[in-house]
């Protein structure tokens, strides 16, 4: 399934299967979930090269073990880590490989990915799945990870309010994070279909974004400790500016690749407001997911909307480019 610029997802059935390296594993993909990143550079452009095989959100069995690969074997069902990082720069030599000089190289938007039958990766990348896994959940925890990496890195503390921007597939992510965190979590959600499993995930209030007054309310008028905002336009950042406490931690997960105008910064100063960013995640946190999810103390199978063939994926694509109420699309790969 390969990216080909805005507005085109093309299908080719001719890709030979590939071979694999000393240090590589051949993987038959199972699952591959469609990200909204995957979506925005079909929308409009963004950090995807035209002619890439799509993909970067998947589980699969390994089938073939390259000579010099010693703990994995023929049959092993796993995901993986889809950054390619240098492992030789500054930040990759400080465990930070989500800030590698070579960011955001990644299978599946600068190289090709997994929406395909067979995929060749360097045997580091594979993280094991338990044997009580689906390959159906093991193919969420790409961006299970981008949540909890969010909330670890944002130093957020046990009974702290915490406001999330965003319902969707990140949004729901951290949401479960926050609750493990220890956190009473409001989020703001224009979709009001997006509400229930909201709450049904860990959150303990879930408003529209024009009622984000009731969150201050709702603090003693002291606003959120943290927020996280999985949208990451404009607009919810300029928000979370005028809604987080003095002091508070605003930390956008969310990434638009349109320039944007930010206004208020005056408040961000006055009030003493952290703003930071956040890409991705490290090896460890796909170890944390992958055991959260062991321990049941993060459900993702309510947010698997929908499970679609591979010759259905460029009309889902259509669908998800316009408003719709998906969380998160998996593709069967046959």
Not at 228 to 251: Q, R
Request: include cysteine; glycine fraction near 8%; aromatic fraction near 6%.
């Amino acid at each position: 399934m390969f990216y080909k610029g805005v507005g085109k997802i093309v299908i080719r059935d001719d890709l030979p299967k590939p071979s694999i390296k000393l240090d590589e594993v051949l993987i038959k993909v199972k699952y591959c979930g469609i990200c909204g990143s995957d979506v925005e550079s079909f929308k409009r452009a963004g950090m995807y090269a035209p002619g890439t095989l799509i993909g970067h959100e998947f589980s699969g069995e390994i089938v073939e073990v390259g000579d010099n690969v010693r703990k994995l074997k023929i049959g092993n069902r796993v995901t993986v880590n889809p950054n390619l990082p240098c492992y030789d720069c500054y930040w990759c030599n400080r465990n930070q490989e989500n800030m590698c000089k070579d960011s955001p190289k990644a299978l599946g938007t600068l190289t090709d990915g997994a929406m395909v039958e067979y995929i060749n990766i360097k045997a580091e990348r594979i993280h094991l799945l338990p044997d009580s896994m689906s390959f159906e959940v093991g193919a969420t925890i790409e961006p299970l990870a981008v949540g909890i990496y969010a909330v670890q890195e944002s130093g957020i503390i046990m009974g702290e309010n915490a406001t999330v921007y965003g319902a969707g597939t990140i949004g729901l992510m951290t949401i479960q994070a926050l609750k493990v965190a220890g956190a009473n979590i409001f989020v703001l959600e224009p979709l009001e279909s997006k509400h229930k499993l909201a709450l049904e995930l860990g959150a303990d209030n879930v408003l529209i974004p024009k009622n984000w007054k009731k969150i201050q309310r709702l603090t003693n008028r002291i606003g959120p400790d943290h927020i996280f905002d999985c949208v990451g336009i404009g607009e919810t950042i300029m928000s979370a500016i005028n809604l987080v406490k003095k002091g508070g931690h605003i930390t956008v997960v969310g990434m638009d690749p349109e320039p944007m105008e930010l206004k208020n910064f005056y408040g961000l100063s006055v009030f003493n407001v952290s703003l930071r960013g956040i890409y991705a995640y490290v090896q460890d946190t796909f170890r944390t997911a992958i055991n959260l999810l062991e321990q049941k103390k993060i459900n993702v199978k309510p947010m698997i909307t929908k499970i679609i063939k591979l010759n259905d994926v460029p009309e889902m694509f259509e669908i998800l480019a316009n408003p719709h109420n998906e969380i998160k699309v998996l593709v069967e790969i046959e």
